[in-house]
C-alpha cells in the first residue's frame, strides 16, 4: 500500500492511470456499441424483441432486404450527391475565406470570429435557422431572390422533390464552411513567405504561386480536411431532422437519417443497424485512405 501510495506521490503512476481511463471510454461509448450495432445487423430484431437477448439469428438475410429495398439506390445517390457537393463547397469557400483573411486588414480577426460563430451552434438550431430563411411563404431568401429579379415566383426549397436536398446541402455548406477555413488557414501559415517571395521575384503571377506553391504544400491539410468532411457529412442528421425530414417522397433522404427511420419508425431494427454498418465500413475506408495518404506524405 505504501509502495503504491508513493508512486502516485511521485507522478509515475497518474499517466497509466489516465491510459486505462481513456481506453476505458473507448471501450464503453466506442468499441462496445459498434460492436452490438454489428451483432444485431444479423439478427431478427423488432419492437418485441429488443428489450430480450431472445432474438433469431438472420444471417445475412437483413444485408440482402436492405439491399433489394427498392428505396437503398435512390437515396445511396442521393447520399453520394450530398456528401460529395457538400464537401466540395465546403472545401473550396473554405479556402478561398481563408485565402482572404491571410491578408492583413483591419477587423479580420473580429470576421473570423463572426464565421466561427455558426460552426459552433447545434445542427438543429442551424437548422431552424434556414428553414425560416428557405421558407416558401415567407422566407428570407425568396424575397431577396424576387428583390433582384432572379426569380418571379415563389420557390418552395423545401417541398419541392427536385431541390429539397439541395436545400439542405445549402444549409450544410454554410455550417461546415468555418470549420474548413480554420483547418485551411493553419495550413496557409505553414507556408514559408520566402518561398512566395522568391516565386514573386522569378515572375511568377499570383495564380501560378496558388497552383505551384500553395496546394502542393497544403497536401497534407486538403487531405485532412476531405476526410474529416466526408466523415462529418456522413454523420450528418440534425439538419435532415429539421428541414426536411427526408421528404417529400423521400426526395432528400439519405442514409443516416434512412438508418434512424427503419430502426425508430418502423421498428426494423435489425435493418437500421445493416444501414449504419455500411456507412461505418465507408468511414473505415475514408480515414484508412487517410493515414495512408500522411504516411506516404511523411515517407517522402
Known amino acids: 500500500m505504501l509502495r503504491f501510495n508513493r508512486i502516485f506521490r511521485d507522478g509515475g503512476g497518474f499517466d497509466s492511470v489516465l491510459v486505462v481511463l481513456a481506453l476505458g471510454y473507448l471501450v464503453a461509448f466506442s468499441a462496445f456499441p459498434l460492436i452490438y450495432n454489428l451483432v444485431i445487423s444479423f439478427q431478427s430484431v423488432d419492437l418485441f424483441t429488443i428489450a430480450t437477448f431472445n432474438r433469431p439469428f438472420a444471417g445475412l438475410q437483413n444485408y440482402r432486404d436492405v439491399l433489394h429495398d427498392p428505396l437503398f439506390w435512390p437515396i445511396l445517390r442521393h447520399t453520394v450527391l450530398f456528401v460529395t457537393l457538400s464537401v466540395c463547397l465546403q472545401l473550396s469557400i473554405g479556402l478561398a475565406l481563408a ?21 459552433i451552434m447545434p445542427g438543429l438550431v442551424v437548422g431552424a435557422i434556414w428553414g425560416w430563411l428557405l421558407a416558401g411563404d415567407f422566407g428570407v431568401v425568396n424575397w431577396l431572390l424576387q428583390s433582384i429579379g432572379l426569380t418571379s415566383q415563389r420557390i418552395f426549397w423545401l417541398s419541392d422533390p427536385a431541390i429539397s436536398i439541395y436545400a439542405v446541402i445549402i444549409a450544410n455548406v454554410w455550417l461546415g464552411v468555418p470549420f474548413n477555413m480554420i483547418l485551411l488557414s493553419v495550413g496557409l501559415a505553414a507556408i514559408p513567405a520566402d518561398v512566395y517571395e522568391a516565386a514573386e521575384l522569378d515572375g511568377a503571377t499570383r495564380v501560378q504561386r496558388f497552383f505551384t506553391i500553395t496546394l502542393p504544400m497544403m497536401r497534407a491539410q486538403l487531405g485532412a480536411v476531405i476526410s474529416l468532411g466526408i466523415i462529418f457529412t456522413l454523420q450528418q ?19 443516416q437519417y434512412w438508418s434512424w427511420e427503419l430502426a425508430f419508425r418502423e421498428y426494423r431494427i435489425g435493418h437500421g443497424s445493416v444501414v449504419s454498418v455500411l456507412m461505418i465500413v465507408v468511414v473505415i475506408f475514408v480515414a484508412i485512405a487517410y493515414v495512408r495518404s500522411t504516411r506516404h506524405e511523411h515517407v517522402v
Open 99 to 119: 485565402l482572404f483573411f491571410q491578408q492583413d486588414f483591419p477587423g479580420a480577426s473580429w470576421l473570423r470570429g463572426l464565421f466561427l460563430a455558426g460552426w
Open 237 to 255: 442528421f440534425d439538419l435532415f431532422a429539421a428541414l426536411t425530414q427526408g421528404g417529400p417522397s423521400n426526395a432528400s433522404n439519405v442514409l
